[in-house]
């Protein structure tokens, strides 16, 4: 007698685990199925992350790097020194902002130059990029010393 409720058992919990693995199998692909068709987002709030974030970019880079060369300069650096070296700690700060958002974003060839005794100018290219897209914009600005 034991070992037919045994046998019945096992069997139902064979039955039991078919049926879930096909309920898994058929819902894997109907969730495939609807990606598939893009019915899952009207739109992709994330596809313009490189466009909104090279945005946010130019408009801080400027009055950013103003300010921290003025507090470099404040602490005893001369102009073209503080200037430098705010250009790197707004860098890295951009840098560390673009892995928060998912992207990344670079400041390449960045160049400092003397113009006059009280102006700088600031030239190089922004790269921001995620994984589908790429944007690259000369950046170009000038600081008063």
Known sequence: MQSTDL???????????TGVVLLMSLLSMAIFGVKVAGLTL????ASDDVI??????????EPLTQE???????GGLDGLEAA??????????LLHHGEIRGVEIKLTEMLVTQV?????????????????AMLNF???FSIAV
């Open 7 to 17: 046998e019945r058992s096992q069997a139902g919990q064979m039955l039991l685990a």
């Open 116 to 132: 006059d005794a009280s102006t700088l100018l600031v030239s190089g290219e922004l790269g921001v990029s995620d994984g589908e």
């Open 52 to 61: 909104v974030t090279t945005q946010e970019v130019l408009e801080v880079i």
């Open 138 to 140: 000369d950046v170009e």
């Open 68 to 74: 921290r060369t003025e507090l470099w300069m404040d």
């Open 84 to 93: 430098e070296l705010a250009l790197q700690t707004v860098h890295d700060d």
């Open 42 to 45: 009207p739109h992709d709030a």
